[in-house]
């Protein structure tokens, strides 16, 4: 070959080996850019509150939640009606699913469970209701609860600790299986702190008749520190009266559902020693991207708890249900008035609980034994155990279905004032 044929094929085979990196790094690039992310459906989230939002820790906390939502997910639309009672649900899920709801939810069960009568009229509807004691349920009727008992066990421990009268006062809606069930959750904290601390306290129960009654709320709070002496106050209603009582009579407020201080500005930490925070989004957020994966079969039931989490707008993760008081969450939520007056090792046990749940490692109703106080609600084939009973033993775990559905009286050691 001579040399001019030598520098040719040199100069083709240069142009062949670039033109092959050049196709091998177009490939790479091909291969390992990062997909372009299809845009996401729209989708609607129909809320209907039974109650009034502003000035509720229930309606509040669902308003809440689904405004996380919205932020988190753009293609998230949220529409709701307050005030729904259950004769104005159908009309009202009807006139938001014209106007294009996908997802349509009764915020109580009371209100929730007519949308199973018109669920089979929209198959591509999911309906969702949150659950009292029915369970009932459809391929598209989604039940859910968050497992609060959880977060009221941790309140219950702090507020056990904290008494110095040795009484604890609980101003309650009315008997029903919700109720007695997180009652107990409470009442289990308040037990083992008072093991822990060897002292005897005593939970004393009033019903006012409903979720919603300020004035009657407020005579039962003033009642309990009056007649009880109680000096440590919570509620299972939804109004603020008995945080106002335990303000105006400089007693210790533990809240439900919502961190009244950070998120309201209800009072302050020098009246509310803890609250729980439902986030009602963690389970809002499962239904959502069920929907948005096309499923048809969603799973029905979901009772999600200080294991399952959410990742909020900000980058937060939250889990369904924590301590939280004045926008701080575990231990940093108890009020610094309070936690110098809680012993060491409660704090601790606070600290190590709370971990454990949230690992998924330990429950208060599997840790320990129901024993009927012989008081609570007669269910139609669930009559209320006889005083003394133990209707599970320590260290097993109840069936979702039964505690949702069967928990119907309250535990023994509860007083339970008429």
Known sequence: MSERDRSQFVRILHRAFALLVALVLVAGATLWAPATAAPQKPLTLAILHFSIIKGTTWSGAHHRAAQRIAQKYPNVRYVYREEVGPDATVPYAK???????????????????????????????????????????????????????????????????????????????????????????????????????????????????????????????????????????????????????AQERKIWFVGKDMDVVG?????????????????????????????????????TLLYLGLRDTMTLADGAVVPTVDIMNNNKVGLDAISPKARPLIPEAILKLVAQRREQMMKGQWDPFFEHAFVSNGTGLALKDTPIPPKGTVVKKARQMPSDEWLLGKFNFDLEGMTILK
């Open 263 to 299: 998120f309201y500005g209800w009072s302050s930490t020098d009246t509310v020693a803890v609250s729980f925070d439902t986030r009602w989004e963690v389970l809002y957020e499962h239904m959502i991207k069920e929907y948005l994966a096309g499923n048809r079969n969603p799973k």
């Open 95 to 245: 006139e938001l699913i014209a106007q294009g709801a996908n997802i349509v939810v009764g915020n109580a069960e009371f209100i929730g469970l007519p949308l199973a009568t018109i669920a089979d009229q929209y198959p591509n509807v999911y309906f969702a209701s949150v659950i009292a004691s029915d369970l009932t349920r459809k391929r598209n009727f989604i039940r859910f609860f968050p497992r609060q008992y959880q977060a009221l066990y941790l309140e219950g421990l702090i507020a056990g600790a904290l008494t110095r009268t040795g009484n604890i006062g609980i101003v309650s809606a009315f008997p029903n299986v919700q109720v007695m069930r997180r009652q107990a959750g409470f009442f289990l904290g308040v037990q083992d702190a008072a093991k822990v601390l060897g002292k005897k306290v005593n939970v004393y129960v009033k019903y006012v008749g409903d979720w919603y009654k300020p004035t009657e709320e407020r005579e039962v709070a003033q009642t309990l520190v009056s007649q009880y002496k109680v000096d440590v106050i919570t509620q299972q209603t939804d109004s603020g009266s008995p945080l106002d009582v």
